[in-house]
């Protein structure tokens, strides 16, 4: 039995608006076992992208405690936080989330601005990278003069450059055309495949979400093994 | 460090108009700052170049009432008075009235001693003291009025009626940059002659003594010693140091000062808010980009870097052209307003006021969108775009 490499206990979440309190997450645990594929699921508002920025650490829950890699990031400082994101998360978004006046490599390059590698170590690695990806020959192409597939493979290997323990990625095909959707899950699945990755993935697509070893479902802010009736 | 640079740098041209206006605003804003603080500078030009060892001796009732020369030989016995010499102002006018410039009737080897910044040659000093009606010139008044040396003008005259007839014997230069080069000088002696013919009650008088002192830290004293030799005449003197002289000129516009300054640091606020305005757009506009660099790790002390750093640049940029523009404008300005600015020299106190200023843009413009963009939470930040 491999060791979790995510341990969420007893979490909660609430939002304020104005004099109301809306409740997110509801009371959730589970694990997340080393080298898994976890798809979450669920209708708009349930919960999912707020489930994954809490166990991103971008957020932190009212209750509970979520350990990643034996660390309770509940208990983490501001900056302590963002030092341990920067080391252990990779993060794959919607809509790639490029920084449009840098170049794929320079983006690739900018977790790796926090850390003590030397330029010819964050070089190599940025290569490997962007190798990984294919995307080896739009080097200097800024995210304007890639394709929507090309941007989220760029941002793809700008999650691997580090070499996190998780992988998250919120509707990462949520923008792009069925081919470039296909070749985006085709990576991450090789990513999890051959180079061991644990990723935990928001997705609507069932054809995406199949792609996971583990599926789960929100509803309200509940998680469940399987879909609520409703979206069945 | 350089990588923050970078994309400071390549941050600036996504809005190329913007950013070309923005620190264009700030460059007319600079520019008009820095004129503004030299029309303030040149205001107290007079208290500035001021010796602190030269006394000046007027009527105690008013400059408007003369003293009677005489009182030349008093002042001279005076512990610590090295030299002694006097002047009245004569109120000529060239021509027209718009052709305004000051113009003094002095004792000429006297004065000219006393102040050693007219710089003049020895030939045309020697001709200036032999020839009674003649007349020395600041080289920007001659430059003016096209005046050779040779040259004869005539002032008409205001308080002593009647045309005056003067042979330009020399042409000073200034010997700092700060001297008065628009002043016309002539012989005591000539004013006194035709006054003694003309209005005899008010001969031998002179509007004020310049007296030079041996000891500047004695000045008080020797004022105060002075102005005891007079006490209970039928003309007391009040004598002070030509700073607290030439002070006592400015003060009467002191107003007018007032409003100057105040101008200066409205124009300051006025580009503090433009600039505020931009970065604040700037900083909503990349909130999103701002939670990225977040959620990569990247902590407040780099946001802060960017947001200030494109601030300053932007600011700096507009700073400097503002101050490049200040010396082809100011020497504009002198040539086209000389008469009432004979001096117009953007000065380096002026420029350090121009980049404080500009800091000061900088910072302002940058500490609320800093704030904004410190205090939205990164999953905020990317719900603006997701």
């Known amino acids: 039995m491999k060791e979790p490499v995510v341990s969420i206990k007893n979490i909660c979440k609430a939002y304020q608006k104005g004099s109301e309190t809306i409740p997110v997450i509801h009371d959730i645990t589970f694990d997340i076992i080393d080298g898994d594929f976890l798809s979450l699921m669920g209708p708009s508002g349930s919960g999912k992208t707020t489930l994954l920025n809490l166990i991103a650490g971008i957020d932190k829950p009212d209750c509970g405690e979520i350990i990643v890699s034996g660390i309770n990031i509940t208990r983490l400082s501001e900056s302590e936080l963002s030092r341990w994101r920067a080391i252990n998360v990779g993060f794959i978004f919607q809509f790639y989330n490029l920084i449009p006046v840098l170049t794929a490599f320079e983006n690739v390059e900018l977790p790796l601005l926090l850390s003590p590698l030397s330029k010819s170590q964050r070089r190599e690695h940025v290569i490997s990278a962007l190798r990984v990806v294919d995307l080896l020959d739009r080097i200097d192409h800024k995210p304007k003069e890639l394709s929507g597939g090309q941007q989220q493979r760029v941002a793809i290997a700008r999650a691997i450059v580090t070499d996190p323990a998780i992988i998250v990625a919120d509707e990462p095909t949520g923008d792009l055309d069925r081919k470039s959707a296909t070749d985006v899950l085709n990576l991450m699945t090789r990513l999890n495949d051959e180079f061991g990755k644990t990723i935990i993935m928001v997705t609507h697509d069932m054809r995406a979400a199949k792609r996971a070893k583990t599926i789960k479902y929100l509803d309200k802010g509940y998680l469940n093994d399987s879909p609520a009736n409703t979206d069945l | ?386």
Not at chain 2, 167 to 186: A, L, S, V
């Open chain 2, 1 to 386: 460090m350089t990588h923050l640079l970078i994309l400071i740098y390549r941050n600036l041209f996504r809005h190329k108009l913007r950013t070309f206006l923005t620190i264009l605003a700030v460059a007319v804003a600079i520019l008009s700052f820095g004129i503004l603080r030299t029309v303030i500078d040149v205001w107290y030009l007079g208290v500035e170049v001021a010796s602190a060892n030269r006394l000046v001796t007027r009527n105690a009732i008013s400059l408007i009432f003369s003293l009677p020369v005489s009182y030349r030989e008093k002042i001279m016995s005076v512990d610590g008075v090295k030299s002694v010499s006097y002047g009245n102002w004569f109120g000529g006018i060239y021509i027209d009235e718009k052709n305004f410039f000051p113009n003094f009737a002095i004792e000429p080897k006297g004065y000219l001693g006393l102040y050693p910044e007219l710089v003049l040659n020895e030939k045309e000093k020697i001709d200036f003291f032999k020839d009674r009606k003649s007349a020395i010139v600041g080289e920007k008044l001659a430059k003016r009025f096209g005046w050779k040396i040779g040259d004869t003008v005539t002032l008409k005259g205001t308080i002593f009626q009647g045309n005056w007839d003067f042979t330009i014997r020399g042409i000073y230069k200034g010997r700092d940059k700060n001297t008065d080069e628009t002043i016309f000088f002539f012989h005591w002696d000539y004013l006194n002659e035709m006054v003694k013919k003309t209005m005899p009650t008010y001969a031998d008088q002179t509007g004020f003594f310049v007296i030079g002192i041996k000891d500047a830290s004695r000045a008080g004293e020797i004022s105060q010693n002075i102005d005891s030799i007079f006490k209970n005449s039928l003309a007391e003197t009040i004598t002070e140091t030509e700073k607290a002289f030439n002070m006592g000129f400015v003060a009467m516009t002191e107003a007018i000062v007032v409003v100057i300054e105040l101008v200066s640091y409205i124009v300051i606020f006025i580009i503090m808010a433009v600039s505020a305005n931009t970065m604040a757009m700037t900083v909503r506009e990349r909130s999103n980009e701002y939670a990225v660099f977040k959620t990569l790790g990247f902590r407040t002390i780099h946001l802060l870097g960017l947001i200030f750093g494109e601030s300053f640049l932007i600011t700096m940029s507009g700073c400097l052209l503002g101050i490049a523009l200040s010396f082809p404008i100011a020497d504009l300005f002198s040539a086209s307003l000389s008469e009432f600015f004979p001096v117009f020299n953007i000065s380096m106190q002026t420029i350090l006021f121009d980049v404080v200023g500009g800091c000061l843009i900088a910072l302002t413009a940058a500490v609320f969108p800093s704030i904004k963009a410190i205090n939205t939470d990164i999953a905020n930040g990317l719900r603006k775009l997701i």
